[in-house]
């Protein structure tokens, strides 16, 4: 069983939908919770970082954990054509450096 | 601040040829770690470096190898190169404690 699992899509969505991406988990252990935008031929980029269960909202986006679950999500509102990316969930233990990424979900967003 | 750069940015060379890639760390950070995307496989933890030590390794094989210096800077290696070797290269910082990672824009490597 691969340690995160993430559904590579592609995912098209009209201009002001709302995006629901997700990733689950299999170790318990992880404690660290990431979302990355990657724009073609550029390196991720951080969008959310979460440690615990529960909601935390940065403008647009919305990231959820659900440890008990080993559920993860990334909400977006009102997408825009400039959120056409691929993103990637990352998860980490804690006291470890290494980041173990989901195989990433690629988005268009249509004007 | 500056963030994470890296060098060179494309890079083609021949199998069994060996390859040397740069990252400089966003200032004041002194965890580097090294990551390797393809298509098939996505982003894999290669290894990460603190004040010259490395600190973690993933599953890589031993022609893979990296090192820090004492401003931070970082370099890896990758030695008798495969085909399979053809990828994204990126490289990560971090303060070194349990903070996120921001990443380069990665050094993309195709051999022939």
């Known amino acids: 069983q691969k340690e995160v699992e993430q559904d590579p899509g592609p995912l098209s969505v009209p201009e002001g939908a709302i995006v629901s991406l997700n990733c689950t988990y299999s170790n318990s252990a992880f404690q660290y919770f990431m979302w990355y935008r990657q724009y073609s031929r550029k390196g991720p980029e951080l969008l959310m970082y979460?440690?615990?269960?529960g909601n935390k909202e940065d403008g647009r986006f919305t990231a959820q954990v659900d440890k008990s679950s080993k559920y993860i999500s990334l909400f977006i509102r009102d997408s825009q054509p400039s959120d056409s990316a691929t993103y990637l969930c990352?998860?980490?233990?804690?006291?470890?450096?290494?980041?173990?990424f989901g195989k990433g979900t690629k988005l268009t967003v249509n004007p | 601040k500056a963030g994470v750069t890296q060098t060179p940015r494309y890079l083609i060379k021949t199998r069994g040829q060996q390859v040397t890639l740069s990252c400089s760390p966003i200032s004041g950070h002194r965890s580097v770690s090294w990551y390797q995307q393809t298509p098939g496989q996505g982003l894999q933890f290669l290894f990460e470096y603190f004040s010259e030590t490395q600190r973690n390794k993933g599953n890589f094989p031993g022609r893979f190898s990296g090192r820090q210096f004492s401003n931070s800077r970082s370099e890896m290696n990758v030695s008798t190169l495969e085909l399979g070797d053809s990828a994204l290269y990126l490289c990560?910082?971090?303060?070194?404690?349990?903070?996120?990672?921001?990443f380069g824009p990665g050094t993309r490597l195709t051999v022939l």
């Open positions: 990560a910082s971090k303060t070194g404690g349990t903070d996120t990672q921001y």
């Open positions: 990352a998860i980490a233990q804690g006291g470890s450096e290494k980041l173990v």
């Open positions: 979460t440690y615990s269960s």
